[in-house]
């Protein structure tokens, strides 16, 4: 049943408008563009939108369709539900806002009768107030931003279930930028039918998923949310929103949640190996780690750097998150030697100095790699020194161990653009330690 | 004496290369470029330097000189340092390194030649194994990175005193790239003679410089960087390299400098309302706010938000850093509800919702200013909906309570390259309300 939600054959977008700021537009212009199967629009005016035969009903498209959209007004989505009913669609993805999240009678009377709508037909909802699915794989961006307001990420491991539309759409943005790349994307909004759970179920079977990542309000039904939870063997990020009486009070007025008690949760997610995000950026820190796709053996770190300054500051934090920081041992130390000039430090930070080369990072790194001494690596690169250019990217292919890069400064920004795969790349030396700690923390 | 080193009418640049990949070489076109002032090259090899006339020593300059930049290698310092003193030059920036940094015997020795013969002339020294100073105002880059690989930041209010030349090159960059105007920047090394006290000194008297900042590793003399701290009136930032056993070991190896106990000084830190900044992104994120020039007159936050899910995140975390985020009186809700649909929020956070426009923006931000209810606005902008544009960013120069914006995303990036004025925008909720409580902390 949730298979057709991601790979349906035929789509109809239900709203589908002939005006080009409207939601119903921009959903159907993107479906139009990027989604491997047909798409239908639905539109009780029936001239053509972008060329394409506009249908005033679903009952009048004689294709079989197996996902409706729906971007019309809370109070005609019951109707158009309706219809659906009687055209044998299974799978439905409600956009339109309008529902309980507003407080008021008539939201929350259309919502009652949509569930009723949907239990008589069988009818499985994602929704209603989101911003909607994404699946790289066939091209299903049915969301309502262009890529010329919204960057969509490349085709990836990572799945991102969200209660909330703008983390749905911060989050496509924001992996693109970072260059993560996403299998599928869900916003379930109020969650009437397919919930958190459901989502985590889902991706935790499917073949295209490797990362789990979410962003939740609160929990429907917490008895198939813990056994989901335990049964997923997949990396799963989650960043809980509203998680003190603040926190709680906006959830509610936001998508009508009872966010409950965030010590339950944390002792939750860390009983079942669940990484917690604390913030916005460490979500999206964790899963340009984990869409890497390695894990440490250990907690034994290695700071390669050209950089003292950052080589201390990685130290300090690396320390206080409980990260071990050995000196290499004299065997190791000597062998180093061979690659640095005398006033480089052999201690850890491995301290190369700002007049490293390329050949200078490949040889330490290759030591180090190929020692038992290390389980993971911070490659602190100051690429401002005349010495270096985006050449030092190239040697990280051939490192073997999980590592991640801490790179800072204007010039990395175009440097990052330049780069087609998706590498571990922080902008400061922290945010790296903090990310390398994760693969620490991995169910085995 | 401290003064010349950022005023010098005349600059002589010892080292000055003919080859354009040498540190010699860049400072002395950086200078050439951009300083309002007379420079001079020094080498002995006396052929022309883009264009300029070569000196074969200080001595050989007729006119007065009144700062010298040594780029030389560390054993031929000595040398020309005496030259500085017989010429009556009373200011000298060492960049070269090669020094007690190096923990080599050599390396000691030079250092304490340096040493005596600064004393016997009554030189002033910064370095050495620094970067260079920097000088917004009169255009004195004495820095060997060219604009191409490091961006220089505008003019502006902050002064940057940093012990590691790594966070000096990138301070200049990151605070180029986030849009904070600097005043003056020192990085100052190994210290032998002008240190950090010497520095906030300097700069707690600086007309140009109104808010300080520094990356200290180390501390020379305990009690003159006490009685300085006391002293100063202007916000302090700090970020304190080697806190841990990790850190100092570090450190020790970088700039051979005593780390200390990080207890100590976070509780001297607290005694003289120093903000001690965490993480190197914290350090950029409490410039960008204080250099805004604001102050908040109490804890009461007003989150204004058009991003629901973003509203949660930065409530959560303006209760666990201990903001208050009061609901506004019913008073204040009705005056609120004159300018939202039906379906807004007016707890706190204020969701203005998705469809929110810049007038929204500015009338309900208007009625948040003029309330006596509220010290300071985080306001949450996702500014990829379609009703928005960098219009909405017109409106915060209307408002006069200290506020930050949260704006994310790709199109941020193109939008802040478009404003000239610093405004501290932060890419997270959570950074921008971290950001906020720091306005709470200022000496008054």
């Known amino acids: 049943m949730m298979e057709k939600f991601f790979y349906p054959k035929s789509v109809a977008v239900i709203g589908a408008s002939h ?42 498209i004689e294709d079989e369709v197996d996902l409706a959209i729906i971007a019309v007004n809370a109070l005609i989505v019951p109707k158009v539900l309706e219809d659906c009913g009687k055209k044998g669609i299974k799978n ?3 956009i339109s806002s309008g529902f309980s999240e507003t407080g008021s009678l008539e939201g929350k009377k259309a919502e009652e009768k949509v569930k009723e709508i949907a239990k008589m037909y069988g009818i499985r909802i994602i929704g209603p107030n989101t911003i909607g699915i994404f699946n790289s794989e066939n091209g299903l961006d049915a969301t309502f ?24 759409i911060l989050s496509l943005d924001m992996l693109a930028k970072e260059g993560i790349g996403i299998a599928k994307l869900v916003s379930y909004g109020n969650a009437i039918d397919v919930n958190e759970s459901d989502l985590i179920e889902y991706f935790s079977k499917d073949e295209k998923t490797k990362v789990i990542a979410g962003f939740i309000e609160s929990v429907r039904d917490g008895k198939k949310f813990l056994e989901v939870l335990k049964n997923t063997k ?25 966010a ?59 320390f206080k998150i409980g990260l071990e920081l050995p000196e290499p041992s004299e065997k190791l130390k000597e062998e180093l030697k061979k690659h640095l000039p005398f006033y480089a430090s052999v201690k850890n930070p491995i301290d190369i100095t700002a007049d490293a080369d390329v050949e200078r990072y490949k040889s330490v790194l290759k030591v ?13 690169i100051l690429i401002q020194t005349p010495m270096l250019n985006e050449d030092v990217l190239k040697i990280l292919n051939d490192i073997k161990k999980p590592f991640a890069v801490c790179m800072s400064g204007t010039k990395v920004d175009d440097i990052k653009k330049k780069i087609e795969s998706s590498l571990p790349v922080y902008d400061s030396p922290e945010r790296a330690v903090r990310a390398l700690k994760i693969l620490t923390e991995l169910k085995s």
């Open 260 to 318: 409950g008690d965030h010590r339950v949760y944390s002792n939750i997610f860390k009983q079942f190996n669940v990484i917690e995000a604390e913030t916005w950026d460490d979500l999206i820190d964790y899963l340009k780690i984990l869409s890497f796709g390695r894990k440490a053996q250990g907690k034994r770190l290695a700071i390669v750097t050209n950089a003292g300054g950052f080589g201390v500051l990685a130290s300090d934090f690396a």
């Open 234 to 258: 997949k990396p799963i990020v989650l960043l809980k929103g509203g998680k003190t009486s603040f926190g709680a009070r906006a959830a509610s007025s936001h998508t009508s949640s009872l």
């Open 145 to 168: 931003f262009l890529e010329k307001d919204v960057k969509k990420p490349s085709k990836g491991n990572v799945s991102f279930l969200t209660q909330s539309g703008t983390i749905g």
């Open 92 to 94: 439905v993805v409600i």
């Open 19 to 60: 005006e080009e700021k409207k939601i119903g537009h921009v959903i159907f212009k993107n479906l139009l563009e990027k989604f491997k199967g047909r798409v239908y629009p639905v539109n009780p005016k029936t001239e053509p939108i972008l060329g394409q035969r506009v249908y005033p009903s679903v009952l009048d």
């Open 368 to 380: 180090l790699d190929n020692s038992k001494e290390y389980d993971l690596f911070l490659i602190v």
